[in-house]
C-alpha cells in the first residue's frame, strides 16, 4: 500500500564525517516536522528556511559534548541535516540545511529528548555582514594568482598612518614624505577609496622571491585634470639588477616618461608614451624582461573608462630595450616623491609580479565587472566564496547587465544584483546553498501545478484585494546614473482620483543597471507588475494525504513556478487563478502531509512568446460586444474600437480539432490511432494530439478525420501542425467524395519534417465537381514502417476566408468576468445569402431582372454560383439588391460595401451603393460608391465605404449599373456583402472556466492571456 494508507516514509539525516547518516529511527514522527523556506507572504526577500524536529536522545547520542556518544567530534555546529520523503516509492528531498545548535534537553534519565532546528544558508549569510572587498582587490589578491608577490591596494581610511599589504604577513607601505592624502579619491567603480599624493612619498619594501627574469608592475593612476607645471615623478622600482632603479614620471604635457638609471645614478634610458593621461582613470603597467644580456621594457595605460565587459579594451604602449643591463629582483616600490608636486593624482592597487602573465584576465576585475549579467554575478560571487548556487535561466533571453561591484556584504551584492534583474533569489532545496530564477525564467512558463478546487484536498483560498503591492507612480534610478519615471494615467488603477482611479501610489528604486538605455524599460515594466488588477491568494493549502495524485507535481515544484487553480467556489472570483510560487511551508507526520504554498500573482509575467500556445497573440486596443448576448449564445457580434483588427478565419467543419477528451471523428487507416498530450507544445497547438502509428503493410496509412459536408466549387483550407518520428515526407490532405460515399479525387500537401520536428502544413483546395462531403488525412507517404509515427494536433478544415489566419485559432477571450474560447472569427456581414450557394433568397432586382446562375461564377474565389442580372433596356440604372435588414445599423456606424462583378463583353459601367432605411423600414436616402467601366470577361472587386446619417436603423446593400445598357447585355454580381467597419463574429464555446453569463452590448472583450510585452 501506498501514502496515506501506510506511512510517508520520511527519513532524516546528519552529515558526520563527511557521510550521511540516517537517523530516522531517532526522529519523533508522532510529533509533526515542519518545514518553511523561501519568500513568506508580503515579504519582500527571501528568509532563512527551516526545519523543526524532536529527536529521541536518551543516551545523548545528540549532545555534540559528550564523549560517550558515537557522533563525538563529528556533529557540531552548522552540521549539515537532510529531510527526505518516499510517499510513493520515490524519494523527494524537501529540506537541506544546518543544524547551528543542539539544545540541551531537560528530561527524566530514563527519557530525554532534544528538538533541533536546521535553517538554510541565509541564516548564515545574513549574520556575516562584513563587506566583501573590492572587485579588483579579491582579482589580484586571489590565491590562483600565485605569481604576485607584493600588492597594496592602497585602500586604507581617511586617518591611515601607513597601507597594508593584502599579502599574508608582507610589510606595509609607509609614508616616507609628509602630503599622502588617504582615502581622498573614490570615483573608481572596481576599488574603494585610495589616496592622493600631494607632495607626499610612499615606499614598500617586497618581500624577497625567487627571480625570473621578469617583473611586472601594475597599479591605478587617477593623474587629475591639472599638469604639472614640471615632470614629476609618480612611481619607482628599485631592484639588484644593474638597471638599478626605474621611475615612471608625468609630464606637463599629460604623458607618462619612463627613466631607467644604474646603481650610482646614471640615466640609462629614456621614453615617453604618447597618450595623454590627464583627466583619465587607467591601468597602467610597467613589464621588465631579461632578454640576454638586456632588458626589454614595455610602458603601457589601459583607459577604464572605455574598457566594457563584451568588448575588452584598447592597450596603449610604448616598449624599447636597454642594452648590456640585467633586471635583477626588484626590492622596493616607491609612489610619489620626496620633491613633491604630484598634486591631486590619485594612486592605487600597486601589484609587483614574477611574471608578465600575472595579469591575465583581469580586466573585468578592473571596471568591477560593471556589464555581467546578474545570473552571471551571482553565480561568480557564489564560486568565489565557495557557496553553491543554482540558476535558473533561459539561455535565449540573458538577465539584466548590471554595474559596477562595490565593497558590500556578499548577501547585499547577490541581493542586488536579483534586484536589478527582477528574478528571485532563495534557498536551493537539494543542497546547502542559493538558488536564483531569473526575470525571464519566470516568464510565460507550462503551468508545473495545475489545481482543481473542485476535485477536493484543498483549502478554500482566501483572495486578498488591497494596494499592499499597488504602486502607479514609479521612479527607477540607477545607481550613479540617470533616472526615469512611468506613470499609469488612466484605467481603475491609474493616478486619477476615485472614482476614475486610486489616486496617486509614488515608489522610487535605485538599481545597479550597466547603462542609462535599461532604466525606462525598467520602470515601465515595474509598472506593470505594480497595477496589476487582480487579486492576490497568499496562501494555498492542499493536504496532500487527500490528494495523493498531487505528490509528484507538488514535489518538483521549485520557487517561481506557475501554478493554476480553477473551479473555485462561487463566492471567489471566477476563472482560473494564475499564481507564481515564493515558497511554502510543510507540515507532516506519517500519515499526513500538510503543504501550504506561498503564492503571488502569476498574470503579469504571462508575457508574449513568439513560439508559445496561448500567449502568442495580440488581440486589438479595444473591443466590446455590439449587441447584448444571454448565458447560452455561441456566436458573438464584437467590435473595434481601438488599434488593429482580430484575425479571421471559418467554423472548422471537422468538430474536434483539439482531441480535448477524446478521439471522437479521427480514425485509423492502416494503423492505429491514440490521443496523447502534445509533445514539445508550441504556438498553434493544442494540448492533445493524434499519434497515428502505421501497421507497415498498407499503402498511404493515415489518421482521418469523419466525412464533412462541402460544396463543390468551394475553396476549403486544410491546415494544422504534424511531425513524424523519422526525417521524411509527410501529407495532410483531403480526400473528395461524392453525395454517395464515393471517392473522387485528393488534394495533397506534402512536405518533408526532421524527425520530432513540429510543421505548420496550411493549403486552399477547390472542392472538385460533384464532391458532396470530404475527410482529412494525417498521411504518412508509400509504405511507411511502424516506426515511422506520426503525430497531428488542431488539424481542421474551414471554408477559405480573405486575409485567413487558421494557425490563431481557438483564441481564449475574457468577457465581462468570463472566459470563452472562439474557434473562428469573421468580419461580420449584415445581409443574407451572399455567395448565393443554394438559391437567390435575400436578393431582387430594381430596374433590372436578376437569376441565380451557375454557368458564369468566379471560379478562383470557390464561388458556386452567380447572380446574372439583366437591364430593363430603358431605365438609366439598375441593380440587384439585399434585402433591407432593419435594425441592424446605428447612425454614426461606417460599412464597407463590397460585390465581385463581371461583363462578359466589357463596356459596363458598374458600381456598389447603400440604401439606408429608417425604424419603421422607410426608405430614407441612399449613398453612392463610385463606379468604373468593367473590362471584358474579368470579375473585378468594387468597394466602397459609407456612413449611416441619423435617424437610419437598417440599409440594404446594392451592386448597380449605370447608363441605360440593353436587355441583351447581361452582367453579372457576386460575394455582396455589408460589412460594419471594424466588426467581427465570433464562434465561442462558452464557459471554458466554468462560468457562462449574460453580457450587455459594450462589454469589453479582450485577449484572456494577451502577449504582452515583457522588459
Known sequence: MAFPDSPLGIRVEIQAGGVWLDISGDVLTAQSIEIITGILPEAAQADAGTVRLILRNTAGRYSPRNPRSDLFGLIGRNTPLRVTV??????LVRFV?????????????FYATTTITASGILRRL?????????AVRREFAHPSRTSIVAYWPLEDGSAATEFASALPGA???RITTAGIKPGAYSAYAASDVLPTLGDGALTGAVPAYATTGQSALRLFLAAGEQAPEAEVVLWSLTGTGSAARWTVGLTPEGNLRLRAYAANGTQLTTAFLAFNVLGKRVSAGLDLVQTGADVAWRLYVIDTATYTYAGGGSVQGWSGTVAGRTVGRITHIGAGNSAGGAGEAALGHIALASATSAYGATGTAMIGWAGETAATRISRLGAEEQIPVSITAVQTTPSERVGAQTPAALLDLVQEAADADGGLLHESRDAVGLAYRTRSALCTQPPALVLDYAAGGIAT????????TLSNDRTITRAGGSSARAVLESGPLSVLPPPNGVGRYTDAVTLSLHSDDQIAPQAWWRLHLGTWDEPRYPEITIALHQRPDLI????????GDRITLANLPDHLPPGIAELQLTGYREVLDDFTWEVTLYCRPGGPYLVAVADDPEYAIAGSDGSELASAVDATATQLDVQVTA????????????LNPDMVNSLDGWAGFGGTVDRIPTPDQGAAMGPWAVQFTPNGTEQYPNAGSDLLPVTAGRRYTLSGCMRCATTRNVDLNANWFTASGAYLATGANSQRVEADTWEWFERTFTAPAGAASANIAATVANYPPPTD????TRVTLRPTLDDEMPDAFPIALSIGGEEVSATAAEPTTINANPEVLVDADGWFGYLASIARVTDVVHAARGAVASLRVTPDGTSPSGSVNGVSVPGTVTPGTSFTAVAWVYSPAGGHQLGVCVDWINASGAYMTTALGPSSSVPAATWVRLEGTFTAPAGTAGASVRARHTGTPPATAPWYAWGIRLRPVGRHTFTVIRGTAGLALAHPAGTPVQVARPALAAL
Open 461 to 468: 483560498p482566501t483572495p486578498v484585494d488591497d494596494d499592499q
Open 552 to 559: 509528484a507535481q507538488v514535489g518538483a515544484l521549485r520557487v
Open 643 to 654: 488599434g488593429p483588427l482580430w484575425p479571421v478565419a471559418a467554423v472548422p467543419l471537422n
Open 97 to 109: 540545511g544546518e543544524v547551528s545548535e543542539w539544545p540541551t534537553s531537560s528530561a527524566s534519565p
Open 126 to 134: 545574513k549574520q556575516g555582514t562584513s563587506p566583501l572587498q573590492s
Open 86 to 91: 518516499v510517499p510513493l516509492g520515490t524519494a
Open 171 to 173: 610589510a606595509p607601505m
Open 789 to 792: 509515427v506520426l503525430t497531428a
